[in-house]
């Protein structure tokens, strides 16, 4: 990936929400996953208020655009009368399930329930003509069957299965398996395998649950499955470790059949280091060889078939070291940010402060900076984003990153979804969703597609 202008030529396209500059923000309305499907064509959003909102992918002469498909109330809020526990109506996590027919089926979590759900256009019909005049109807006339006409077509959703009462502690993965009949949740101590079909039970597959609560000394932090081989699937851990399993080996996959684990430095090890060292995203790469994995400070890459170590490690803001202590008194030190590849697999993306998003080569030797922000949004309809968006080469070279105060701690990228195709990105800031676009040349959209006919070979 080249340095110069030109070829970094991402560029802010939409912005959905709130685009005021009211600080006053309703916490219901804040974005808490962003998920493309498997063709880019549909985006789904969750919030805390339970909600999930879909776009639809609609091309113009302008460019790609996304526009409103359908929204819908997933999740209510709920009290566990037994554990005296209220369950929020948060989504956790939205994941799409591959398409079979003209409907749309996506898996919903909160903290303690998984929902399938169908969405579909539904036609409207209306009764147009009857036996019931304005007057009497002459004998002569006879009796006329009624005639159904359509009236409209409106976008429907529906929940076709619950799966509850199977976790005890909060759900923080779901993925679906490459055979489009199964799916893992994952919490704090336990992995669940589902059949789509089957709401009443789930196989326990992954229990860390110490006997004696007093040994605990690990929690799972997100779970996901291979792309293409549906036996294989992946955990990490806060200990900075990531496991994988294979399914074909035991009914409980306890004893894993890798482990990546990094060695840290201990010239850096400090009263934070178990806090920064836990995992809170991993991601498989598109043609399964590699892993992604995001921890409080850096990206690591690593390759499945060398666990030794990861083959890149990038420092994400590796500035904030010195601020630890800061971090941790307010809380942001256990900010849980996400990680992606590119459809391509040679890039990788993850969130950062002041709301901003970085985006690396797989080598590690570039670094793109954007910030998703309302100014971008206000750049644009005055004709001049291209200057006013945050636009920057190398590391730390965002203003107010380094010698930020709280407040650029409280504006932050957790959550984004890379379009599986092309150089389309999703990004969640607050109560806002922000897409960002690379147009391809010819020349590179041909190299694009080239790629991407070789990962799906």
């Known amino acids: ?91 956790n996590k939205i994941k799409w399930c591959k398409r079979q027919n003209a409907a749309h089926f996506l898996l919903s979590a909160n903290d303690k329930t998984i929902k399938l759900w169908k969405v579909f256009e539904k036609s409207l019909k209306m009764v147009a003509e009857n036996n019931l005049g304005d007057g009497p109807v002459p004998p002569s006339a006879g009796l006329r069957l009624p005639k159904i006409a359509h009236h409209d077509t409106i976008v429907a959703a529906v929940p076709r299965r619950v799966y509850a009462n199977a976790h005890t502690y909060h759900i923080n993965s779901v993925s679906v398996n490459s055979d489009s009949e199964t799916y893992i949740s994952a919490d704090d101590l336990r992995i669940n395998l589902w059949n789509l079909d089957i709401s009443d039970q789930s196989f326990n597959i992954v229990d860390i649950k110490p006997a004696n609560m007093e040994e605990l000394t690990e929690v799972i932090t997100a779970a996901e499955f291979h792309p293409s081989h549906c036996n294989l699937f992946m955990y990490s851990s806060s200990k900075g470790t990531v496991k994988l399993c294979d399914m074909r080996e035991a009914a409980l996959c306890d004893q894993y059949a890798k482990v990546l684990e990094s060695q840290e430095d201990p010239s850096n090890r400090s009263f934070f280091s178990e806090i920064i060292q836990s995992i809170s995203d991993i991601k498989f790469s598109y043609d399964g060889r590699y892993i992604l994995s995001r921890d409080y400070l850096t990206l690591k890459i690593w390759d499945i078939n060398m666990d030794k170590q990861p083959v890149q490690t990038i420092n994400i803001h590796d500035q904030l070291r010195t601020r630890l202590c800061d971090l941790y008194e307010n809380d942001c030190i256990f900010d849980k940010f996400e990680c992606f590849f590119s459809g391509d697999d040679s890039h990788v993306m993850t969130g950062s402060y002041n709301n901003t ?71 969640a800031a607050t109560n806002n969703l922000f897409i960002f676009t690379q147009p391809y040349g010819k020349e590179e959209n041909g190299t694009h597609t080239a790629r991407l006919l070789a990962n799906l070979g």
């Open 357 to 427: 998003f970085h985006l690396y080569d797989r080598e590690g030797k570039t670094d793109i900076t954007l910030q998703a922000d309302k100014s971008a949004f206000k750049a644009k309809r005055l004709g001049s984003a291209k200057n006013k968006m945050a636009l920057s080469r190398g590391p730390g070279k965002v203003t107010g990153m380094l010698h930020g105060d709280n407040g650029d701690f409280n504006k932050k990228i957790l959550h984004a979804s890379w379009h599986p195709r092309d150089n389309i990105i999703a990004v």
């Open 1 to 91: 990936m080249a340095t110069n202008e030109d070829q970094h030529n991402w560029k802010f396209a939409q912005c959905f929400g709130d685009k005021g500059d009211s600080e006053d923000i309703t916490d219901a309305d804040i974005i808490s996953t962003v998920e493309f499907d498997q063709t880019g064509n549909y985006l789904a959003t969750g919030d805390k208020g339970g909600r999930v909102v879909l776009f639809e992918r609609n091309d113009s002469k302008k460019g790609v655009e996304y526009r409103f498909y359908t929204e819908f109330q997933s999740h209510e809020a709920e009290f566990d009368y037994l554990k005296s526990l209220e369950i929020e109506e948060k989504i």
